[in-house]
Each structure stands twice: as C-alpha cells, then as structure tokens.
C-alpha cells in the first residue's frame, strides 16, 4: 500500500496569515496520463470530508483561490493564504492512484 | 443537485451483519463507482471499497481491513449502491461514507470524491 504521511499534524494560524502542510506519499503518484494522483480534502468540525484540491493543483468549483495544491511525484503542498476563521478544521490528503486510497494523518488548522 | 445520502447504521453486535445504503441523484450514478469510506471516533478517514461501473466490468476492491467479509453491489436502476459486511467487530465502529469514484474522464474534470453524503453511524458494542 502506498503510506502518505502529512506533516505538521497541528497548525495554529492567526487570521489573514498563511499555512503550508505538506505530504508525502512512500511511492511516486504520477500516472501515466501525467497527473499526479493527489487529493486534498477539507473535514469541518462535524461535517463530511469537502473536496479541495484535485489532481494535485486543480482547485474543485467553489473552492476559494487562497487554496492552492502544488508539487509533483512523491512530495506535495496544500498552501492556505490569508486564512480565515471558516478554514478550520483537519486537512486530508489522500492518493487515488491505486487501490486501496490511502490517506495522510491529517492535519488540524485551528485559528490563534 | 447532486446528492449522496446514506443509510441503515445502528447499533449492532460483534458477529453480527450490516447493509448499508448509498442513494444517488443528480447524476447518472450508472456512470460512477460508488465508493465506502469510514471514519471511526476521533480517528481519521479510510478507505472500506468501491465498485466499478458496468463500462469498467462492474467489480470491486477492498480495504485489507475489511476485505472477505465486505461485499459492495450496485442497484443501477434505482441509483443504489450496497454495503454488506459481515462478522462485525468493534473496531468496524464509526461513521460510513459514501461517496463517487470516476473512471479516468471524470478523474480529470475532477468528478472524485467531489459529492460526500452525510455518513450513517455504526455501532458495534456487546
């Protein structure tokens, strides 16, 4: 199975700073059509997982442009600027190149 | 609008079976794989399976954890997939996700993982 590790595990940020949290996946995730198979998603406190990131970079409809996704292969970034007090909530990436989908630990951004 | 709900959690007994359900509308759910996630309390998000559309062969994939007592099947003419597992145990506690999976067209104009329902909550407890 492919190990994603995600690192800080915990992130307090001030409002209108930026946050960075990185993953790393133990096996490259680019496919052979070019993407990288990388996903970032959003859990809210009591809410279903929300899709962010698609493809490593691609931002889902919806999704505010203070989110961005970028890197390639093995080593990936979700980058949050200007947080605000709605981003709270703990972060997941998750590969989708093979099963089974595997997920990073997750990492909680609470607001300072 | 495109919605996923899920339903059929409860309490049950280790040993014990669940059928889970997973109703889509919206789309055209013949289309996609719907896929099972899990997250037990406190804990963070796992991967239980899916099942593949009919144009992908219509068959499944299992996590480790749940894999020869899960069985995921797909109803298409009433836009309703299953989740059947077997021989509970404690640690199959948490909430239940549903969720859709896409083949490589859909993965592309990133139509994975993009729709989640609610979650259905499982109890296993003796």
């Known amino acids: 199975d492919i190990v994603m590790t995600q690192s800080p595990l915990s992130l307090s940020v001030t409002p209108g700073e930026s946050a960075s949290i990185s993953c790393r996946s133990s096996?490259?995730?680019?496919?052979?059509?070019?993407?990288?198979?990388l996903d970032w998603f959003l859990q809210k406190p009591g809410q279903s997982p929300q899709l962010l990131i698609y493809l490593g970079s691609n931002r889902a409809p919806g999704v505010p442009d203070r989110f961005s996704g970028s890197g390639s292969g093995t080593d990936f970034t979700l980058k949050i600027s200007r947080v605000e007090a709605e981003d709270v909530g703990v972060y997941y990436c998750m590969q989708s190149l093979e099963n089974p989908r595997t997920f990073g630990q997750g990492t909680k951004v609470e607001i300072k | 609008e495109i919605q996923l709900v899920e339903s059929g959690g409860g309490v049950l007994q280790p040993g014990q079976s669940l059928r889970l359900s997973c109703t889509g509308s919206?789309?055209?759910?013949?289309?996609?794989?719907p896929a099972w996630f899990r997250q037990a309390p406190g804990k963070g998000l796992e991967w239980v399976g899916f099942?593949?559309?009919?144009?992908?062969?219509?068959?499944?994939d299992y996590g480790a954890s749940v894999r020869g007592r899960a069985t995921i099947s797909r109803d298409d003419s009433r836009n309703i997939a299953y989740l059947q597992l077997d021989s509970l145990k404690i640690e199959d506690s948490g909430k239940y996700f549903c969720?859709?999976?896409?083949?490589?067209?859909?993965?592309?104009?990133?139509?994975?993982?993009?729709?989640w329902g609610q979650g259905t909550l499982v109890t296993v407890s003796s």
């Open positions: 099942i593949r559309s009919a144009a992908y062969g219509g068959t499944s």
């Open positions: 919206g789309f055209k759910f013949a289309d996609f794989a």
């Open positions: 969720t859709r999976d896409g083949g490589a067209e859909a993965t592309i104009k990133g139509e994975d993982h993009d729709f």
């Open positions: 096996q490259s995730l680019l496919h052979r059509t070019g993407y990288d198979y």
